[in-house]
């Protein structure tokens, strides 16, 4: 590995990221602590998993709420901050101007965590909705999202007030993920919440927010990013861009629709599943697309930023695959209700989300801070715990939940036999996991590290020459 | 896409669609459904819950539950469900009308439950409790949904058969009487009309959809 730069130049540092450094730093800080804490949490859940006896006697460790909690740090904590972050940023460089409003970041901060830490205690004492990706109590639910729209501010500006009329696909994704979520976010709660639906449409709101918060917000935060970053560091244009608007437009207007899927056989109307499993194969043009336009992100060239990114969509474009397969009748049946959808979740979360985030983050902080990042073998110790933690942790799920669906379809055997069958596999997953937190908590480290030497640094940061901006591994 | 405008309500058409599809549509199917007034029996089903059961519900809820059982069960050729003795006909949408918060699940870690109080172990609603409590079959016990207090006077009648100090014994709190009561509750047997032709297709036709 050696340190290269491949496409920062002093001009980049500009006056846009000076004047973003302390709010974005702030999002991106909160949202690492909050990853670290919800590996945590996810490592106890686990844990529990194949050993049930496992802290159940404390009333709010039971693994139902561990899994909650952990799900709920996730997504709100890490995923939204780092997402938010990152999409703020690119925005207001593709915009051509400083971002504007930057104080209601600030308080949108403090309230979206303080709306976590509430949710966490909520969780933990018994107001959980039960509902998946929103298990937020209900009195959390209006304070997030206020404090969503205080942190997207900036983003609103930066495009309404963008200086070029011609607008890049990675500022549609932006665009669309942030004025999405709170449309979906205040149905569902509108919906689940404070005038609940009646009987199965409770599940069928749910599976449509917990498909919408994915396709039409975490994997267009995801893909804001890639699509920036792909092209700037390779220092390329996107590949057959003529397609990215049939790619942008299919995830938009298919993506909500595949919500039924894991509802295939149950209690709701036939025609919800069957338009799930052909919204899930529609999808692939999107998958397609997407990697027809960013396959240059597997030329890495030895950019720690673009290898991040690679990873994150290779993930992403597996999960498309197999979300297209588990929605078909004949494997649904034998998948369904098993961790294979646990798996499933991981590789879009844990791999296809945050991996292209870490990309992003790798790249971003050096500009804000005008400071490298400051250990390489940190940088390093990461890369490989992240890609390690994240491939065990899947497979094993997976293989667990393939063991289990075997199991499940015979009526013979028992769940005591199945759980042993499955214990193996899910101790495997626990070193994943394990190994996930440990390469997270590095990289909080290392933020640390590198934001310090900033504010320590005697000369301007804008100032120090361009190849040391971005450790690059090779 | 130079127009910003159009591309906002682009955004906003997306989104609606699958609103109105998947949100709406299934509103207006299922909606209006309401419980099947049976005149044979003289009364309607699903029966409401008890309201002991309905509180039974909320700890169901709160201590999550739901992330290991679920309460669906799929159609006799669609899996192992009705081998599994877990239901002889699917669950369908008439079953859920009358619950507050409906619990389907995602996950069978242990059981599917949308039939538990027709089972042998939900009648014994003491050994129930005792499972509760121990655990069973890799089912965590849930201890602080039990007291141990001691012995003043008499032994209480609702005391678990289970080792406690000298002088003490282990009682169910409320929230543990309530979930078992919500569990015994769980029973849909009933015949709906819309539930009655799947099993004779099912049994004609090997392995059809």
Same mark, same amino acid.
């Given at each position: 590995?050696? =340190?290269?730069? #491949?496409?920062? =130049? =002093?001009?980049?540092?500009? $006056?846009?990221?000076?004047?973003?450094?302390?709010?974005?730093?702030?999002?991106?800080?909160?949202?690492?602590?909050?990853?670290?804490?919800?590996?945590?949490?996810?490592? @106890?859940?686990?844990?529990?998993?194949?050993?049930?006896?496992?802290?159940?006697?404390? /009333?709010?460790?039971?693994?139902?709420?561990?899994?909650?909690?952990? $799900?709920?740090?996730?997504?709100?904590?890490?995923?939204? /901050?780092?997402?938010?972050?990152?999409?703020?940023?690119?925005?207001?460089?593709?915009?051509?101007?400083?971002?504007?409003?930057?104080?209601?970041?600030?308080?949108?901060?403090?309230?979206?965590?303080?709306?976590?830490?509430?949710?966490?205690?909520?969780?933990?004492?018994?107001?959980?909705?039960?509902?998946?990706?929103?298990?937020?109590?209900?009195?959390?639910?209006?304070?997030?999202?206020?404090?969503?729209?205080?942190?997207?501010?900036?983003?609103?500006?930066? !495009?309404?007030?963008?200086?070029?009329?011609?607008?890049?696909?990675?500022?549609?994704?932006?665009?669309?993920?942030?004025?999405?979520?709170? !449309?979906?976010?205040?149905?569902?709660?509108?919906?689940?919440?404070?005038?609940?639906?009646?009987?199965?449409?409770?599940?069928?709101?749910?599976?449509?927010?917990?498909?919408?918060?994915?396709?039409?917000?975490?994997?267009?935060?995801?893909?804001?990013?890639?699509?920036?970053?792909?092209?700037?560091?390779?220092?390329?244009?996107?590949?057959?861009?003529?397609? =990215?608007?049939?790619?942008?437009?299919?995830?938009?207007?298919?993506?909500?629709? %595949?919500?039924?899927?894991?509802?295939?056989?149950?209690?709701?109307?036939? !025609?919800?599943?069957?338009?799930?499993?052909?919204?899930?194969?529609?999808?692939?043009?999107?998958?397609?697309?997407?990697?027809?336009?960013?396959?240059?992100?597997?030329? #890495?060239?030895?950019? #720690?930023?673009?290898?991040?990114?690679?990873?994150?969509?290779?993930?992403?474009?597996?999960?498309?695959?197999?979300?297209?397969?588990?929605?078909?009748?004949?494997?649904?049946?034998? %998948?369904?209700? &098993?961790?294979?959808?646990?798996?499933?979740?991981?590789?879009?979360?844990?791999?296809?989300? &945050?991996?292209?985030?870490?990309?992003?983050?790798?790249?971003?902080?050096?500009?804000? #801070?005008?400071?490298?990042?400051?250990?390489?073998?940190?940088?390093?110790?990461?890369?490989?715990?992240?890609?390690?933690?994240?491939?065990?942790?899947?497979?094993?799920?997976?293989?667990?939940?393939?063991?289990?669906?075997?199991? @499940?379809?015979?009526?013979?055997?028992?769940?005591?036999?199945?759980?042993?069958?499955?214990?193996?596999?899910?101790?495997?997953?626990?070193?994943?996991?394990?190994?996930?937190?440990?390469?997270?908590?590095?990289? @909080?480290?290392?933020?640390?590290?590198?934001?310090?030497?900033?504010?320590?640094?005697?000369?301007?940061?804008?100032?120090?020459?361009?190849?040391?901006?971005?450790?690059?591994?090779? | 896409?130079?127009?910003?405008?159009?591309?906002?309500?682009?955004?906003? +058409?997306?989104?609606?669609?699958?609103?109105?599809?998947? +949100?709406?549509?299934?509103?207006?199917?299922?909606?209006?459904?309401?419980?099947?007034?049976?005149?044979?029996?003289?009364?309607?089903?699903?029966?409401?819950?008890?309201?002991?059961?309905?509180?039974?519900?909320?700890?169901?809820?709160?201590?999550?539950?739901?992330?290991?059982?679920?309460?669906?069960?799929?159609?006799?050729?669609?899996?192992?469900?009705?081998?599994?003795?877990?239901?002889?006909?699917?669950?369908?949408?008439?079953?859920?009308?009358?619950?507050?918060?409906?619990?389907?699940?995602?996950?069978?870690?242990?059981?599917?439950?949308?039939?538990?109080?027709?089972?042998?172990?939900?009648?014994?609603?003491?050994?129930?409790?005792?499972?509760?409590?121990?655990?069973?079959?890799?089912?965590?016990?849930?201890?602080?949904?039990?007291?141990?207090?001691?012995?003043?006077?008499?032994?209480?009648?609702?005391?678990?058969?289970?080792?406690?100090?000298?002088?003490?014994?282990?009682?169910?709190?409320?929230?543990?009487?309530?979930?078992?009561?919500?569990?015994?509750?769980?029973?849909?047997?009933?015949?709906?009309?819309?539930?009655?032709? +799947?099993?004779?297709?099912?049994?004609?036709?090997?392995?059809?959809?």
């Amino acid at each position: 590995m050696t =340190t290269a730069s #491949t496409a920062a =130049t =002093t001009a980049e540092v500009t $006056e846009i990221d000076a004047s973003a450094r302390c709010p974005l730093l702030l999002l991106i800080g909160t949202a690492l602590l909050w990853l670290v804490v919800s590996g945590a949490l996810a490592l @106890l859940n686990l844990v529990q998993l194949h050993t049930p006896a496992y802290a159940a006697a404390c /009333s709010v460790m039971t693994y139902g709420r561990t899994q909650a909690m952990a $799900e709920t740090t996730f997504i709100y904590g890490w995923a939204a /901050s780092a997402g938010l972050a990152v999409t703020l940023w690119i925005l207001g460089r593709l915009g051509g101007s400083p971002l504007r409003s930057l104080n209601w970041v600030g308080a949108g901060v403090i309230f979206w965590n303080l709306g976590i830490v509430l949710a966490l205690v909520g969780i933990a004492t018994g107001d959980a909705t039960s509902h998946a990706w929103l298990q937020l109590p209900r009195y959390v639910q209006p304070l997030m999202l206020v404090a969503y729209g205080a942190i997207a501010v900036p983003g609103v500006l930066a !495009w309404t007030g963008r200086r070029q009329e011609t607008t890049y696909a990675a500022q549609w994704y932006a665009v669309a993920a942030l004025f999405l979520f709170p !449309w979906l976010f205040s149905a569902a709660q509108v919906l689940l919440t404070f005038v609940p639906t009646r009987g199965v449409l409770q599940a069928l709101v749910a599976g449509w927010y917990v498909q919408g918060a994915w396709t039409l917000w975490l994997a267009p935060l995801a893909l804001t990013a890639a699509y920036y970053l792909v092209p700037k560091v390779q220092g390329r244009p996107v590949s057959h861009y003529e397609y =990215t608007a049939l790619g942008f437009w299919t995830l938009l207007f298919v993506g909500a629709w %595949t919500g039924g899927r894991h509802l295939i056989g149950g209690p709701i109307p036939a !025609w919800v599943a069957t338009v799930a499993a052909v919204a899930c194969a529609l999808l692939l043009i999107h998958y397609i697309i997407v990697a027809l336009n960013l396959r240059g992100a597997f030329h #890495t060239g030895g950019s #720690t930023v673009l290898r991040f990114v690679a990873l994150g969509l290779g993930a992403y474009l597996l999960g498309g695959v197999l979300d297209a397969v588990t929605a078909i009748r004949g494997v649904a049946v034998a %998948t369904q209700f &098993t961790l294979v959808s646990a798996a499933q979740t991981q590789l879009a979360l844990s791999g296809a989300f &945050t991996l292209t985030l870490f990309g992003a983050i790798y790249f971003l902080v050096p500009r804000i #801070t005008g400071q490298p990042w400051a250990s390489l073998s940190l940088l390093r110790a990461h890369f490989y715990s992240a890609l390690i933690g994240t491939v065990i942790l899947v497979v094993a799920l997976a293989a667990a939940g393939f063991i289990q669906g075997q199991d @499940l379809a015979n009526p013979d055997v028992t769940f005591a036999s199945i759980a042993a069958h499955l214990r193996p596999w899910l101790l495997v997953a626990t070193a994943g996991q394990a190994v996930i937190l440990i390469g997270n908590f590095l990289l @909080l480290i290392h933020l640390g590290r590198t934001v310090c030497a900033a504010r320590h640094a005697a000369a301007p940061a804008t100032f120090r020459p361009a190849p040391t901006m971005e450790a690059s591994a090779s | 896409m130079k127009n910003g405008l159009t591309f906002f309500l682009g955004l906003f +058409v997306a989104l609606a669609l699958s609103f109105t599809g998947i +949100v709406l549509g299934s509103h207006a199917q299922l909606g209006g459904l309401a419980p099947y007034y049976d005149e044979n029996e003289g009364k309607a089903f699903p029966e409401r819950m008890p309201g002991l059961a309905a509180r039974g519900q909320l700890v169901y809820q709160d201590v999550g539950c739901a992330a290991c059982h679920t309460q669906q069960v799929r159609r006799p050729d669609f899996g192992s469900d009705k081998a599994r003795g877990w239901g002889d006909r699917q669950s369908v949408a008439r079953d859920y009308v009358s619950q507050a918060s409906v619990q389907l699940g995602e996950n069978r870690i242990g059981p599917d439950l949308a039939n538990f109080g027709s089972r042998a172990l939900a009648v014994d609603a003491d050994r129930l409790t005792k499972y509760l409590y121990e655990g069973h079959e890799g089912m965590p016990g849930f201890r602080f949904l039990f007291e141990t207090r001691k012995v003043v006077g008499e032994r209480s009648a609702k005391a678990l058969d289970v080792p406690a100090p000298a002088g003490s014994e282990v009682v169910p709190t409320h929230r543990a009487e309530a979930l078992v009561a919500y569990l015994q509750s769980l029973n849909n047997v009933y015949e709906y009309p819309e539930a009655r032709p +799947v099993e004779p297709a099912a049994e004609t036709k090997e392995g059809g959809k």
